[in-house]
C-alpha cells in the first residue's frame, strides 16, 4: 500500500457568531444569551492515496463542503491537522473546482486571464508563452483555444465548468477536491464532465476528493466512500462493499433512496425526518433520533469509528453487540 497523498487527522470547523451589542448588554443584565456555534465539521479523519479517487457523501448541511475547503486549504481548521505527502502544507499542489461554473468566474475577466492568472503569478509559465499555455488547458478540458478572449456569460453551464477544471490544472496540481463540480448541470453534461474527470485522471495521475450528495455519479466515479452525517463520518470503505454491503443505518437508508432497474416498482421512502441543526447537534449518535434500530445507549455514547472489516470502517453501536 502506497502511503497517503493526503491525510486528515482529527480535523474539526466550528463557526461561531459573536453577540451584538444588544445581546452583550442582554447577558450584562443576567439574559441566558449565548454565542451560536456552528459544528460544521467534528473530528474528522480520513486519508486518500496517490491515484486514488475518494467520494464524500451526505446531506446538505453534513460538513462535506467545508471539509473539502480545510483541505484545499481555503478554510482554516479549528483544530486539527491536514496533511500533504506527511507536511502540513500543500501550496498549489491542491486546488479545488467549485459547485456553481457561473459564480465561481470573475465575470469582468476574459477566460485567458481567468486560466492565466495564477501560473503567470507563480512562474510556472513566462508571459511569452502564457497564450499558448492556456491555448493547451483549454484544449485539453474540451474547448477551443481561441475560446479564451471571451467573458464567462458567453459560455454555457458545461462550458463553464471546463473552464474551472482547466483553471484549477493551470498551476499543475497532483490533488483535486471536487465540490458538487457536476451537481449544476444537465443529465447529459454530467456525464461529459464525468468523462473527462477520469480522462484527466489517467493523463496527469491526478488524485481526487470528490464531494457529491448524488451517490449514483459517486458510485460511477470513486474507489472508496465516506459517508458524513453532521459533520462526521459514519462509514468508509471500498465503494463496492458500501454499495454491495452497507453497515450503518444512515448508509442503507441512503442507498435505499438510489433509482435502480430492479426496483422501478418500489415506492420510494425518505429518511424520517430532517437532519439536525448543527447549532445542536444531538448528544450521543448524531443519527439516533432519525434512526429505526436506535437504543438508548445512542442517545448517551458517541460511537467509535472502527475497522468492521479489512479496509471498512463503521461509527454504529449495533456492531458491538
Known amino acids: 500500500m502506497n502511503p497517503p497523498l493526503v491525510e486528515v487527522e ?13 445581546a452583550r448588554l442582554a447577558r450584562r443584565l443576567g439574559a441566558d444569551v449565548a454565542e451560536e456555534v456552528v459544528h460544521a465539521v467534528d473530528e474528522v479523519s480520513l486519508a486518500v492515496r496517490e491515484g486514488e479517487v475518494v467520494g464524500v ?9 467545508t471539509l473539502g475547503r480545510m483541505v484545499a486549504g481555503i478554510l482554516p481548521p479549528t483544530s486539527g491537522a491536514v496533511r500533504y505527502r506527511g ?15 457561473f459564480a465561481s468566474l470573475n465575470p469582468r ?12 503569478v507563480h512562474g510556472i509559465v513566462p508571459k511569452e508563452q502564457l497564450d499558448g499555455y492556456v491555448g493547451e488547458l483549454l484544449a485539453r478540458c474540451g474547448l ?40 449544476a448541470l444537465d443529465v447529459s453534461i454530467q456525464a ?21 450528495h448524488d451517490l449514483g455519479v459517486v458510485e460511477h466515479l470513486s474507489d472508496r466512500v465516506v459517508i458524513m452525517y453532521l459533520g462526521r463520518v459514519v462509514e468508509s470503505a ?4 458500501i454499495f454491495g454491503a452497507p453497515n450503518h443505518p444512515y448508509t442503507q437508508a441512503l442507498l435505499r433512496q438510489v433509482p435502480r432497474l430492479e426496483t422501478r416498482k418500489t415506492a420510494f421512502q425518505p429518511i424520517v425526518g430532517e437532519i439536525p441543526s448543527p447549532l445542536a447537534p444531538p448528544a450521543g449518535c448524531h443519527f439516533h433520533p432519525r434512526c429505526p434500530q436506535a437504543m438508548p445507549r445512542c ?23
Open 10 to 22: 482529527r480535523l474539526c470547523k466550528r463557526f461561531v457568531k459573536p453577540l451584538d451589542l444588544a
Open 57 to 65: 457523501v451526505g446531506e446538505s448541511g453534513c460538513g462535506k463542503s
Open 299 to 321: 442517545r448517551a455514547e458517541a460511537p467509535r469509528l472502527r475497522e468492521i472489516a479489512p479496509g471498512h470502517l463503521s461509527a454504529c453501536h449495533l456492531n458491538d453487540g
Open 192 to 212: 461529459q464532465i464525468l468523462n473527462l474527470f477520469m480522462e484527466l485522471r489517467r493523463a496527469l495521475g491526478l488524485t481526487y476528493l470528490f464531494i457529491s
Open 238 to 241: 471500498e465503494s463496492e462493499r
Open 144 to 183: 477551443d483555444p481561441s475560446y479564451q478572449r471571451r467573458y464567462p456569460h458567453q459560455f454555457s453551464g458545461g462550458q463553464r465548468a471546463r473552464i474551472g477544471i482547466a483553471r484549477a490544472l493551470a498551476v499543475k496540481p497532483e490533488f483535486l477536491v471536487c465540490d458538487e463540480a457536476v451537481a
Open 87 to 101: 507536511r502540513e502544507s500543500a501550496g498549489l499542489k491542491v486546488q479545488m473546482i467549485f459547485q456553481d461554473p
Open 109 to 120: 475577466m476574459r477566460v485567458a486571464d481567468i486560466v492565466g492568472e495564477a501560473p503567470l
